[in-house]
């Protein structure tokens, strides 16, 4: 086969496709497209799902092309990430929602289907690494550039560059979210210190400001994981340091409190000098609600892994626990509905149970005892940044940019010591490629065409729609309709919930169009009724269900269907805890009364009222109400009874229900 040599380093035309296109899923960190619905995520994840997928055939043919090839089954590290997926897909299988942790949805893409790309991702960078050991330093310096980039748009917008979000003043640059740029960040600062720490000039110079550059962004992030996570790192860095130096203690000693009063006089500066609207406080406070919270969402996933000690419930799928446990002391002052934990390994645990979490902290054992005995010093500032993206992650969830920093770790940690098999003979070694080349095209074509681009069309049109919804309502419809024909619709909850969004928004304009408030609830009930097939237990869309129910009620001034109220009595089952089916249900029954009151159907107004009294026998005034519907009714001998039962239970209203009994 042809030969070319680019940098020094003769391989095969397949090895640097092979080369160019997994560069190419490293930078996809750097995507956003501004049509997508959840623009920065989803871009990052589509870029990667279909750049890893176009280059599985490619890999597959670079590695049965090559008569020494590297020995995979003999490193711990590559054997237990497998088996980590292995844990992670058997949660999913047996979890508590199947569909939602194989594929996540589109505000939390994280599954098991990513999480298998990963990996695929990572036996592309070992593949790499083994070609050619300048392709360590290569793709260390393309991390380090990119992160340096994205640290810089970071520093500069709303000064020279746009900011593409605003959040209290924190930084997220083409992330969307500080927290995430945060996590994105931390390995990469590492490496750039690595680098530092090993290069000469005048390349030292170019990594100092990369980590200036970097370590300043994550501080105007204003997030405090990321800064704990820092913390955490230093002083482990200065650990080694020190272990290595031989220093004794007392100088250890002097060096730890100096850092300690060092940290601590920072701490209190910014607290006292800084304003209480700037990024950099928001690193002092820790008593704020979200923080009050995310102890709730421990608590609440803790509780749930009690339950499923042994595979857990399956990724993505806090949500089952949370609406079932609840926050019943009121500690989360917000309508949203939890659906992450906000800790990885706390996250992880309750996925993935015993199981799961024992594989994956081994795995990072062998991670570490691998960069810990390296004799190469950036190894032990590599070791450092795991540690703080760890503890970074302890107090977050795991992102879509900071899992592929993540793998990218791991791959260079599973580098170091692999061997190469002996040379194969070319005739069987032909054979294997034709064969394995063309499943892994096959393979590229079904995931590309069955998932992928399905999953493309669907953020994508939804996002369109959204973004035109309020100047031309049926253009809208049409992206959204657009949606229903895909072979493959990733995330109905997403469908359902962006038409019940236009249909409340179109009840919300001046002058509703019957034509386009009709279709849209029924496209909106339909669209519902299909999610809920796929995810029975999301107390959210049963809620979704009733309100749509209810607005529709409302604008044909008629009551709210039995499949309404059922759908919010599900909900409060599934989630009896939250407020929000309660207040549902209260809306559902109060428009109704008015209803049946208007139209003097006395029946459904007694039917009504029997239920409220059944499910609330200690609210007396309902009794009053009941006897009152009871009368209007013509059902005097129920009337007089209920009557005198309120009286009996309650004789201060005694008057009140004689001068009721004279007027029958």
């Given at each position: ?41 989803n ?12 280059t ?28 980590l ?57 393309l ?110 000693a ?90 990885a ?9 015993l ?9 990072l054992?062998f ?30 969830f ?51 065409l ?134 549902t ?53 129920k ?26």
């Open positions: 086969m042809k030969k070319y040599t680019l940098l020094g380093s003769p391989q095969t035309f397949a090895e640097w496709i092979l080369c160019v296109l997994t560069c190419a899923i490293l930078l996809t960190p750097l995507l956003f497209f501004p049509d997508y619905f959840s623009p920065f995520t871009a990052k994840l589509m870029g990667f799902l279909l750049l890893v997928e176009i599985f055939p490619v890999y597959l043919f670079v590695r049965f092309s090559r008569s020494n090839r590297p020995v995979l089954h003999r490193n711990p590290i590559i054997i237990l990430l497998l088996i997926m292995l844990a992670m897909s058997i949660s999913a299988l047996f979890g508590a929602d199947p569909f939602n942790s194989f594929f996540g949805n589109a505000s939390r893409p994280t599954g098991v289907f990513f999480y298998l790309h990963l990996s695929v991702f990572f036996f592309y960078l070992i593949e790499i690494l083994s070609l050619d050991q300048k392709w360590k330093s290569r793709l260390i310096h991390v380090t550039a990119f992160a340096g980039v994205a640290a810089l748009y970071g520093l500069l917008e709303s000064w020279l560059l746009p900011a593409f979000v605003k959040i209290d003043g924190r930084v997220g640059s083409i992330f969307g979210n500080p927290s995430v740029f945060a996590s994105f960040l931390l390995l990469p600062l590492f490496f750039s210190l690595g680098c530092f720490q090993e290069s000469r000039r005048p390349k030292i110079f170019l990594f100092l400001a990369s980590s200036l550059i970097i370590v300043s962004a994550i501080f105007l992030t204003g997030t405090r994981s990321a800064l704990v996570g820092l913390l955490a790192g230093a002083l482990f860095w200065i650990s080694l340091r020190a272990h290595h130096a031989h220093l004794p203690r007392k100088s250890l002097l060096w730890f409190i100096t850092f300690v009063v060092l940290f601590a006089g920072m701490f209190f500066a910014v607290r006292t000098m800084v304003p209480t609207d700037h990024a950099l406080y928001r690193l002092t406070d820790f008593s704020d609600t979200n923080t009050q919270a995310r102890f709730t969402y421990w608590k609440l996933a803790l509780m749930g892994w009690l339950d499923h000690p042994f595979l857990g419930v399956g990724s993505e799928n806090f949500y089952t626990i949370a609406d079932q446990y609840g926050d019943p002391s009121a500690t989360i002052f917000t309508s949203v509905w939890p659906d992450k934990s906000h800790s390994f706390i996250g992880r645990l309750l996925a993935t149970g199981v799961g979490i024992v594989v994956y902290l081994c795995l054992f991670v570490a005892r691998k960069l810990f005995t390296s004799k190469q010093p950036a190894h032990t500032l590599w070791l450092a940044g795991l540690i703080a993206y760890l503890v970074h992650g302890f107090f977050l795991e992102t879509v940019s900071g899992l592929i920093i993540f793998f990218f770790l791991l791959a260079l940690c599973a580098n170091e010591g692999i061997s190469t098999s002996q040379p194969l003979r070319p005739s069987k070694n032909k054979l294997h490629r034709i064969l394995v080349t063309g499943m892994g095209a096959l393979t590229t074509l079904v995931l590309v069955g998932f992928t681009y399905p999953m493309h069309q669907l953020i994508l049109n939804i996002g369109k729609g959204n973004r035109i919804l309020q100047e031309d309502a049926r253009v809208a419809i049409t992206y959204y309709q657009s949606t229903e024909s895909l072979p493959f619709i990733w995330d109905t909850r997403l469908v359902a919930r962006t038409y019940a969004d236009a249909f409340m928004q179109q009840l919300q304009t001046p002058v509703p169009q019957k034509e386009i408030v009709d279709s849209l609830f029924r496209k909106t009930q339909v669209a519902f009724d299909v999610t809920l097939v796929r995810h029975p237990l999301q107390a959210q869309d049963w809620n979704g269900l009733a309100n749509i129910s209810l607005q529709q009620a409302i604008w044909e001034d008629s009551a709210v269907s039995i499949q309404g109220v059922q759908a919010v009595e599900r909900a409060i089952e599934l989630a009896p805890f939250n407020p929000l089916p309660q207040q249900l209260s809306q559902i029954y109060a428009h109704n009364i008015a209803i049946y009151v208007a139209h003097e159907q006395y029946s459904e107004l007694v039917a009504v009222y029997e239920l409220l009294v059944a499910n609330n026998p200690n609210e007396l005034p309902l009794l009053a109400n009941l006897a009152a519907a009871y009368a209007k009714a013509g059902q005097r001998e009337a007089i009874e209920t009557a005198n039962l309120l009286k009996e239970r309650d004789p201060a209203s005694a008057p009140a229900v004689e001068a009721f009994l004279e007027n029958l």
